[in-house]
């Protein structure tokens, strides 16, 4: 019984659980710089070819994270890591429900999150963004979940945009775009 409750420990404790896991050096003869890269369509693309695997795709999406010193984007699945290519935002909205007095997100990754209405931001180009996993991340919405908005939206009396939930008028101010660093040259 001991050796099995063993078994079932080490079974769920993967490298990235060892504080030390980000700074050690890649496997020999490789590197942490990937050509990977998200592009501002939400695409992942691989050595200039875009990613078409479906199940690649959604691995991708689901281990996006920063890297805990330097706060480059990664990719990580707990085993190993590589830095890869964020060209926008590493998180989209691709879908929405809105209930009652919540919005519920469906980001890129297959995650679930309530909206924070505060956290709405709109570019230049009309595109909404919000701040995402405990306001750790930028996500954009798709156009699809960004038309499912539209119940929600008026203008204020300035003409600015807002959001309207639970009788609350949130403003949605310009977007200010937040990157994390760029690899060293």
């Known amino acids: 019984m001991?050796?099995?409750a063993r078994l079932s420990f080490h079974a769920q404790v993967k490298?990235?659980?060892?504080?030390?896991?980000?700074?050690?050096?890649?496997?020999?003869?490789?590197?942490?710089?990937?050509?990977?890269?998200?592009?501002?369509?939400?695409?992942?693309?691989?050595?200039?070819?875009?990613?078409?695997?479906?199940?690649?795709?959604?691995?991708?999406?689901?281990?996006?994270?920063?890297?805990?010193?330097?706060?480059?984007?990664?990719?990580?699945?707990?085993?190993?890591?590589?830095?890869?290519?964020?060209?926008d935002v590493p998180f989209f909205v691709k879908g929405l429900h809105i209930d009652g007095d919540t919005v519920?997100?469906?980001?890129?990754?297959?995650?679930?999150?309530?909206?924070?209405?505060?956290?709405l931001s709109v570019a230049d180009n009309d595109a909404v963004y919000v701040r995402v996993k405990q306001g750790r991340f930028d996500a954009r919405f798709t156009p699809e979940a960004q038309t499912g908005l539209?119940?929600?939206?008026?203008?204020?009396?300035?003409?600015?945009?807002?959001?309207?939930l639970a009788g609350v008028r949130h403003a949605i101010p310009a977007r200010r775009r937040r990157r994390p660093p760029e690899s060293p040259e």
């Open 2 to 4: 001991a050796r099995a």
């Open 104 to 119: 519920q997100l469906r980001l890129s990754d297959d995650s679930r999150e309530e909206l924070d209405p505060t956290s």
């Open 15 to 87: 490298p990235a659980d060892h504080p030390e896991f980000f700074r050690w050096p890649a496997p020999e003869g490789r590197s942490r710089e990937s050509t990977i890269r998200l592009d501002e369509n939400g695409h992942f693309w691989h050595d200039g070819a875009r990613v078409e695997h479906l199940g690649m795709q959604k691995a991708f999406a689901s281990w996006i994270a920063l890297h805990p010193e330097d706060g480059r984007f990664i990719l990580t699945n707990g085993w190993d890591w590589t830095y890869f290519t964020v060209d």
């Open 150 to 164: 539209g119940p929600l939206l008026a203008e204020s009396d300035a003409g600015e945009p807002v959001l309207s």
